[in-house]
């Protein structure tokens, strides 16, 4: 499965009625203006020519393969066919969509198995009405796991990193209620997260000595036990097994003071022990241009940071930033190159 520079990217619009069919087109239309590199959307060419035609952005849009979509690209948007059909009706999320949505994933996923597509890059999904037709994962992040596992016949642990201009955090545990964190959390989970991190770090991003912060989970790091035992119970171990494994890690640290700039300074990544003491820094710093990027599979993964956006969908004002963001983040990462 070669992920070559000389690929495109396979990018899917995910929920067609949100806002990812336009900012596709968007993403497209500023090509060489921000240096975004050659991709082809998994998607329902008609969908995408009435999106376009909504929001007033006039495009070319041509139905090819993968295998064309570089010769494509300089001259109109190459668009491989789904089988399932879009109706485009921003803001009106409908289960309708499911078959498409999940086969655009799908199709994505087997490019770059094939060798004909050097990564997938996801436009936002929706899950309701993902699991209103029977969908049977969280969302994005699991399905691509389970996918990739079932190729390799082996389990995938798939780790979720937001990557900004000036800040990567990786948090441990996601999408789950704050008072399920402490149970939650484990030294074995924190290590397997820590150390893909740094593998991938080192092996797609080009960084030779990955260095981590990790996070305490209580306010100061739980001041020597006086604020809760569990950054002495399990963070701590934690750190020292990381160390003791040959990588660069220090903690637990107080979250209040780890992204300020001479913090960040310090380290690469930072892994955080709970949704938003990860999420809240990177989108602070960048709130148009994080990535979301899911390391641990066998393939490049990237997305942009922010969701369907239903409220705008359609009315022309969705910035392509963090997409655009999201496929350069992409090429460098199959390039093996520092982002």
């Given at each position: 499965?070669?992920?070559?520079?000389?690929?495109?990217?396979?990018?899917?619009t995910?929920?067609?009625?949100?806002?990812?069919?336009?900012?596709?087109v968007?993403a497209?239309?500023?090509?060489?203006?921000?240096g975004?590199?050659?991709?082809?959307?998994?998607?329902?060419p008609?969908?995408?020519?009435?999106?376009?035609?909504?929001?007033?952005?006039?495009?070319?849009?041509?139905?090819?393969?993968?295998?064309?979509?570089?010769?494509?690209?300089?001259?109109?948007?190459p668009?491989v066919?789904?089988?399932?059909?879009?109706?485009?009706r921003p803001?009106?999320?409908?289960?309708?969509?499911?078959?498409?949505i999940?086969?655009?994933?799908?199709?994505?996923?087997?490019?770059?198995?094939?060798g004909?597509?050097?990564?997938?890059?996801?436009?936002p999904?929706?899950?309701?009405p993902?699991?209103?037709a029977?969908?049977?994962?969280?969302?994005h992040?699991?399905y691509l796991?389970?996918?990739?596992?079932?190729?390799?016949?082996?389990?995938?642990?798939?780790?979720?990193?937001?990557?900004?201009?000036?800040?990567?955090?990786?948090?441990?545990?996601?999408?789950?209620?704050l008072?399920?964190?402490?149970?939650l959390?484990?030294?074995?989970?924190?290590v397997?997260?820590?150390?893909i991190?740094?593998?991938?770090?080192?092996?797609?991003?080009?960084?030779?000595?990955?260095?981590l912060?990790?996070?305490?989970?209580?306010p100061?790091?739980?001041?020597?036990?006086?604020?809760?035992?569990e950054?002495?119970?399990?963070?701590?171990?934690a750190v020292?097994?990381?160390?003791?494994r040959?990588?660069?890690a220090?903690?637990?640290?107080?979250a209040?003071?780890?992204?300020?700039p001479r913090?960040r300074?310090?380290?690469?990544a930072?892994?955080?022990?709970y949704?938003?003491?990860?999420?809240?820094?990177a989108?602070?710093?960048?709130?148009d241009?994080?990535?979301?990027?899911?390391?641990g599979l066998?393939f490049?993964r990237?997305?942009?940071?922010?969701?369907?956006?239903f409220?705008?969908?359609?009315?022309?004002?969705?910035?392509?930033?963090s997409?655009?963001?999201?496929l350069k983040?992409?090429?460098?990462?199959?390039?093996?190159?520092?982002?």
């Amino acid at each position: 499965m070669p992920n070559s520079p000389e690929l495109p990217l396979a990018l899917t619009t995910g929920d067609p009625s949100g806002i990812g069919p336009e900012i596709a087109v968007a993403a497209w239309l500023r090509r060489s203006e921000a240096g975004v590199p050659p991709f082809y959307l998994v998607s329902d060419p008609d969908l995408v020519a009435a999106r376009a035609a909504r929001v007033g952005q006039p495009v070319d849009i041509e139905a090819t393969t993968p295998e064309e979509a570089i010769s494509t690209f300089s001259r109109s948007l190459p668009v491989v066919p789904l089988a399932a059909r879009f109706a485009d009706r921003p803001g009106a999320a409908d289960k309708a969509n499911a078959a498409g949505i999940v086969e655009a994933i799908d199709r994505a996923v087997d490019h770059t198995f094939s060798g004909i597509a050097a990564a997938v890059v996801t436009c936002p999904i929706a899950k309701k009405p993902l699991y209103d037709a029977g969908f049977g994962f969280p969302g994005h992040t699991e399905y691509l796991a389970d996918l990739a596992g079932r190729r390799l016949g082996r389990e995938v642990f798939p780790v979720m990193m937001l990557a900004g201009p000036d800040l990567r955090t990786v948090p441990v545990t996601i999408h789950v209620p704050l008072s399920h964190v402490p149970h939650l959390l484990t030294p074995d989970l924190i290590v397997r997260t820590g150390e893909i991190v740094a593998a991938e770090l080192a092996g797609r991003l080009a960084i030779s000595a990955p260095r981590l912060a990790i996070a305490g989970l209580n306010p100061h790091a739980g001041e020597d036990g006086a604020m809760g035992d569990e950054d002495e119970r399990i963070v701590r171990p934690a750190v020292e097994r990381l160390r003791a494994r040959g990588i660069d890690a220090i903690g637990p640290l107080p979250a209040d003071t780890m992204f300020h700039p001479r913090a960040r300074a310090g380290y690469d990544a930072a892994l955080c022990m709970y949704h938003d003491q990860a999420l809240i820094p990177a989108k602070t710093l960048a709130f148009d241009e994080a990535v979301n990027v899911t390391l641990g599979l066998p393939f490049v993964r990237t997305s942009p940071d922010h969701g369907t956006a239903f409220d705008i969908a359609g009315k022309g004002v969705a910035r392509p930033d963090s997409l655009i963001a999201a496929l350069k983040l992409a090429r460098a990462m199959t390039a093996g190159r520092r982002s």
